[in-house]
Nanobody, 129 residues
Framework: QVDLVESGGDSVQAGGSLRLSCAAS????????LGWFRQTPGKEREGVAA?????????ANSASVKGRFTVSKDNTKQILYLQMDSLKPEDTGIYYC?????????????????????WGQGTQVNVSS
């Protein structure tokens, strides 16, 4: 049993910032592709950002977060982060972290959520205008 635990969700005004965290002590962090996904009202779940086993960040164009969000990880603490700046009301939703073992390999392509083996329960982000 692997548990991914997200935290950091909150209610903020537009233009504000939040930092989400995701922890899983059972996984060897550096062997995994780690992703952030979100479920926004009225839309399907979408990929937001990911970081591959080598530490390269990836951002989903469809989520329109590049330049505002920064994904990072701490392999020692085994924590995945999503720094979210210049938040917009359309960023409101439930944010999930996910992990898939990809040591030395690429992360799954966007749209292939099913390729991620482990998922967290989500953390709620509310951005008001």
């Amino acid at each position: 049993q692997v548990d991914l635990v997200e935290s950091g969700g909150d209610s903020v005004q537009a233009g504000g910032s939040l930092r989400l965290s995701c922890a899983a002590s059972e996984l060897t962090w550096r062997w995994y592709c780690l992703g952030w996904f979100r479920q926004t009202p009225g839309k399907e779940r979408e990929g937001v950002a990911a970081i591959d086993s080598a530490g390269n960040p990836l951002y989903a164009n469809s989520a329109s977060v590049k330049g505002r969000f920064t994904v990072s990880k701490d392999n020692t603490k085994q924590i995945l982060y999503l720094q979210m700046d210049s938040l917009k009301p359309e960023d409101t939703g439930i944010y999930y972290c996910a992990a898939d073992r990809r040591y030395g390999g690429n992360c799954p392509p966007w749209g292939r959520d099913d390729a991620y083996k482990y998922w967290g329960q989500g953390t709620q982000v509310n951005v008001s205008s």
